[in-house]
């Protein structure tokens, strides 16, 4: 079984970056794709970032200039930096893993979320 705990949520003004992590543990052999979503309030999950597990990255037009996804696979994490934020960045974020426990057995994970809040 692979668990993923996200870390690094709070309160940032308007303008100001904050950086989420991912960490994944557990039962690993590999760990693929890896997302982040958000959930606003009264809105739909949207998928912010992917980054492969060649390190290849894709953003949500949106955030493109202004978030970074990352990976560091000694350490079974994966990172988004978000910088300029807007009050509209407000969410919910959750990570999302796909995960091999062992050849054969591949699973998507989700962490709990992570509350990001951008008010001045």
């Known amino acids: 079984q692979g668990q993923l705990v996200e870390s690094g949520g709070g309160l940032v003004q308007p303008g100001g970056s904050l950086r989420l992590s991912c960490a994944a543990s557990?039962?690993?052999?590999?760990?693929?794709?890896v997302a982040w979503y958000r959930q606003a309030p009264g809105k739909q999950r949207e998928v912010v970032a992917i980054i492969s597990s060649s390190g290849s990255a894709t953003y949500a037009d949106s955030m493109k200039a202004r978030f970074t996804i990352s990976r560091d696979n000694s350490r079974n994490t994966v990172n988004l930096q978000m910088n300029s934020l807007k009050p509209e960045d407000t969410a919910v974020y959750y990570c999302?893993?796909?995960?091999?426990?062992?050849?054969?057995?591949?699973?998507?994970?989700w962490g709990q979320g992570t509350q990001v809040t951008v008010s001045s």
């Open positions: 999302n893993a796909i995960i091999t426990t062992r050849p054969g057995s591949t699973f998507s994970y």
């Open positions: 557990g039962t690993i052999f590999s760990i693929n794709n």
